[in-house]
């Protein structure tokens, strides 16, 4: 069972009025500049990066160009064993604050061209929202705290992280693996240290995702003889169990949610079998996809799955002719579930930033690298890094930067009033008030 998260120790969560007081130090004033006087560079390496391929699970080259552009920086990288880029600016100490963008997409460009820039300014192409903008908003930051030198502090707090394996069947790998590194000593090492976990996915700044939605994945295949249409009719049929199977579930999944009105989801995504129309087919699959605000809900439909395949293979074989249907079910994949208390000084902080930067959000529940952080009780959190996108996990993606700024400037300044809570709890701190 996860534990609840550990809220940021310290004076409490920053009100508004702090964040102003933080936000018109000269550091943070000209960082804040800095992002709409380098508007265009932050564009062009935005393009740049999507060009490049990253499929889930076939990410090294975007990964190795993070590492090169980070180094050019000042920064050190590296890539772990996992194929996660890994960068920090004094490498004496672990620190505290990760903030983190995932490499993969659902869809990667074939040629360089397939992601364009349209005569609207829009950025068009596989990945360019999801999550071109939040890894373009991960070099923006490393590129700003490098070059002014009084966010020492600031920088030095952070471990950037451009991460694999969080789209699809990548099941989270990605940050499963860092996870496991920074828990590795238990509470008397790098778990106790960890203040914060900030996820940048996608550009929307309307929400806070605080809450993590479990979900798990399973592929059902069915396999049997196969054979001629005609000749061969009374051989099992594989498609006729799979879409019984699917029937069945449906019908039982139904009534389970009726009862529980726990919010959750299922969706058969793929369906696969047959070679032709006059043909049993030898083999049929599906993959389905469950989620829920509830992890325990998950158990529940995954015991109605079985069930279903199990009324299916029954249904099926009752008077075969020749050969019996055999079936399996195969996990493909599980995302913890896990929230931050009501309390949280980093989401109270997060919404002081919001309240100052006049950004309308909210608090919801959605699927991302937080997840693992959340369900290990570290504080998380996910959030967009500013521009508008749409038709995610399409071709024809799209992201507009028009308004990145406010985006980036609610990463930075989230950031500085952490780092400002963590330096409050140093013995002697001498923080302006």
Not at 250 to 257: G, V, Y
Not at 292 to 314: I, M, P, Q, Y
Not at 321 to 341: F, Q
């Amino acid at each position: 069972m996860a534990t609840q998260p550990k809220t940021l120790p310290g004076p409490g969560a920053l009100d508004t009025r702090r964040i102003a007081h933080l936000a018109e130090q000269p550091a943070l004033f000209h960082a804040q500049r800095w992002f709409n006087r380098e508007r265009a560079w932050i564009n062009e390496q935005h393009l740049q990066l999507c060009r490049i391929p990253a499929a889930t699970f076939f990410e090294q080259q975007r990964a190795e160009w993070f590492r090169e552009q980070l180094e050019s920086f000042g920064w050190i990288a590296r890539l772990d064993r996992a194929g996660n880029m890994l960068a920090q600016f004094n490498e004496s100490t672990t620190p505290p604050i990760v903030v983190s963008a995932h490499l993969d997409t659902v869809f990667a460009p074939s040629r360089p061209e397939e992601v364009s820039l349209a005569p609207d300014g829009r950025l068009i192409g596989p990945g360019v929202s999801d999550n071109g903008s939040g890894l373009s908003a991960l070099l923006a930051i490393a590129r700003v705290l490098a070059e002014l030198p009084d966010l020492d502090q600031m920088r030095n707090s952070l471990l950037l992280v451009a991460n694999v394996g969080e789209e699809g069947e990548g099941n989270l790998s990605g940050m499963r693996y860092l996870c496991r590194q920074t828990t590795r000593n238990s509470e008397e090492g790098d778990l106790a240290r960890m203040k914060a976990f900030i996820v940048l996915d996608g550009p929307s700044t309307d929400h806070v995702t605080a809450q993590a939605l479990a979900s798990r994945r399973f592929e059902i295949s069915f396999a049997g003889a196969g054979g001629h249409s005609w000749n061969d009719y009374g051989t099992p049929n594989p498609v006729h169990a799979m879409a019984h199977m699917i029937s069945a579930f449906t019908e039982m999944a139904e009534q389970r949610l009726h009862i529980d009105k726990t919010r959750s989801s299922y969706n058969f995504g793929i369906v696969e079998g047959g070679t032709s129309i006059n043909s049993i087919p030898g083999s049929a699959r599906t993959k389905l996809d469950l989620r829920s605000e509830e992890s325990g809900l998950l158990d529940d439909l995954a015991g109605l799955l079985t069930a279903g395949v199990e009324r299916a293979l029954e249904r099926e074989n009752r008077a075969v002719r020749a050969g019996r249907l055999t079936a399996k079910i195969k996990e493909l994949g599980s995302r913890p579930g896990g929230r931050l208390p009501a309390g949280s000084t980093l989401l109270q902080t997060v919404q002081a930033v919001d309240g100052y930067l006049k950004i309308r959000s909210r608090v919801d529940c959605a699927s991302t690298d937080a997840n693992v952080p959340l369900s290990l009780g570290l504080p998380a959190i996910s959030i967009g890094a500013g521009g508008q996108g749409g038709g995610a996990h399409t071709k024809q993606e799209w992201y507009q930067p028009d308004g990145r700024e406010i985006g980036l400037r609610r990463i930075l300044l989230v950031l500085a009033a952490i780092v400002d809570s963590i330096r409050g709890e140093e013995p002697g701190s001498t923080r302006a008030e």
